[in-house]
């Protein structure tokens, strides 16, 4: 088979087209930068193109001669990036893969959204019909993304199955280093009571869902959670971390609304000089919105079946850590 992956030089990205170029799929990858993301992909097996998605004319040579395209760039949260560039880059393009991806005789586009989509689950599990309630410009544009790439969809008549991951986490992965390093490194302060619900997904499974979304006929024209095995506490998941680490567990805890007052000060003061605010508000929503979700329909509708437990994905993302020098 042959397959597309965007956004490839990313952590998700690099992962699904390396995975799948060593189980003897044809990878092209589509990357921003050649010479920084190109080299480890090629070494790999996987052929790549540079350039920015928002190219049409870009992603007209990169879906031709392709029978699956999954669709993983995008912009995650950066600081002095403007709404048009969120938009343009999480939803616009995404109706223009589609497209190009139609065009080419592309049988499926496996479109990576964001449980985000769905906000602060109220009541929990959520699954892939509870209420979209997205709370920042990134949700709000992955959200446009996918009402976007379905219409074409429907236009084009190509099948477009959107993918809604929880929290991805694994071996290189840098979103939540922080927290696996402040508690290893015993510098984890907890905002607000912690027992907020939490739901990881490990890398390696979330890979395996890509596959099964891009292939399984049931699939086509479907929107998949998917999530790992199983849901914890923030501060249960702390304390799991910390007990790998063989670390005693953090019990520092703070209110969190004046480090959300003070997030929203930085922000507003950073903006005009597109830094990075060391303190922001989507930092705090990660201790306060609960993340809880049902993969029931991915389950019985694909076969999804998360293999690494919580412990293990633990396990393997703090040894692969220690042995980088990264925690």
Same mark, same amino acid.
Request: aromatic content about 8%; glycine content about 10%; overall charge positive.
């Given at each position: 088979?042959?397959?597309?992956?965007?956004?490839?030089?990313?952590?998700?990205?690099?992962?699904?087209?390396?995975?799948?170029?060593?189980?003897?799929?044809?990878?092209?990858?589509?990357?921003? !930068?050649?010479?920084?993301?190109?080299?480890?992909?090629?070494?790999?097996?996987?052929?790549?193109?540079?350039? /920015?998605?928002? /190219?049409?004319?870009?992603?007209?040579?990169?879906?031709?001669?392709? !029978?699956?395209?999954?669709?993983?760039?995008?912009?995650?949260?950066?600081?002095?990036?403007?709404?048009?560039?969120?938009?343009?880059?999480?939803?616009?393009?995404?109706?223009?893969?589609?497209?190009?991806?139609?065009?080419?005789?592309?049988? =499926?586009?496996?479109?990576?959204?964001?449980?985000?989509?769905?906000? /602060?689950?109220?009541?929990?599990?959520?699954?892939? /019909?509870?209420?979209?309630?997205?709370?920042?410009?990134?949700?709000?544009?992955?959200?446009?993304?996918? =009402?976007?790439?379905?219409?074409?969809?429907?236009?084009?008549?190509?099948?477009?199955?959107?993918?809604?991951?929880?929290?991805?986490?694994?071996?290189?992965?840098? =979103?939540?280093?922080?927290?696996?390093?402040?508690?290893?490194?015993?510098?984890?302060?907890?905002?607000?009571?912690?027992?907020?619900?939490?739901?990881?997904?490990?890398? !390696?499974?979330?890979?395996?869902?890509?596959?099964?979304?891009?292939?399984?006929?049931?699939?086509?024209?479907?929107?998949?959670?998917?999530?790992?095995?199983?849901?914890?506490?923030?501060?249960?998941?702390?304390?799991?971390?910390?007990?790998?680490?063989?670390?005693?567990?953090?019990?520092?805890?703070?209110?969190?609304?004046?480090?959300?007052?003070?997030?929203?000060?930085?922000?507003?003061?950073?903006?005009?000089?597109?830094?990075?605010?060391?303190?922001?508000?989507?930092?705090?929503?990660?201790?306060?919105?609960?993340?809880?979700? !049902?993969?029931?329909?991915?389950?019985?509708?694909?076969?999804?079946?998360?293999?690494?437990?919580?412990?293990?994905?633990?396990?393997?993302?703090?040894?692969?850590?220690?042995?980088?020098?990264?925690?």
């Amino acid at each position: 088979m042959r397959v597309l992956v965007t956004g490839a030089g990313g952590f998700t990205g690099g992962h699904l087209a390396r995975t799948l170029a060593a189980r003897g799929y044809e990878v092209r990858a589509l990357v921003r !930068d050649a010479a920084r993301e190109g080299a480890d992909l090629a070494t790999a097996g996987v052929s790549f193109i540079a350039g /920015d998605v928002r /190219d049409a004319a870009l992603l007209a040579r990169a879906t031709a001669d392709i !029978d699956v395209v999954y669709h993983v760039a995008a912009i995650y949260r950066r600081a002095g990036v403007s709404t048009a560039t969120y938009r343009a880059v999480n939803a616009r393009a995404v109706e223009q893969i589609v497209e190009a991806a139609a065009t080419n005789g592309v049988r =499926r586009v496996v479109h990576c959204s964001t449980v985000g989509v769905h906000g /602060d689950v109220k009541h929990p599990p959520a699954d892939e /019909d509870a209420p979209l309630r997205p709370g920042d410009i990134y949700q709000k544009t992955k959200l446009e993304g996918e =009402r976007l790439a379905r219409a074409a969809a429907e236009r084009r008549g190509i099948e477009v199955t959107i993918v809604r991951p929880s929290g991805i986490y694994g071996p290189g992965d840098r =979103r939540l280093l922080k927290l696996f390093r402040g508690v290893a490194r015993r510098r984890w302060v907890t905002l607000g009571s912690g027992e907020i619900y939490y739901h990881l997904t490990y890398i !390696d499974d979330l890979i395996e869902g890509f596959r099964l979304c891009g292939e399984h006929p049931a699939a086509a024209n479907r929107t998949y959670i998917l999530a790992g095995p199983e849901v914890t506490t923030l501060n249960g998941l702390v304390r799991l971390i910390a007990e790998i680490a063989q670390v005693p567990p953090p019990n520092l805890h703070l209110p969190a609304w004046p480090v959300r007052a003070a997030g929203a000060l930085c922000e507003v003061a950073c903006a005009p000089f597109g830094v990075e605010p060391p303190v922001y508000r989507r930092r705090v929503d990660f201790f306060t919105k609960s993340r809880a979700f !049902d993969i029931a329909r991915a389950r019985n509708e694909i076969g999804f079946s998360p293999a690494v437990g919580l412990r293990e994905g633990i396990r393997r993302t703090i040894e692969w850590n220690r042995r980088e020098g990264w925690m």
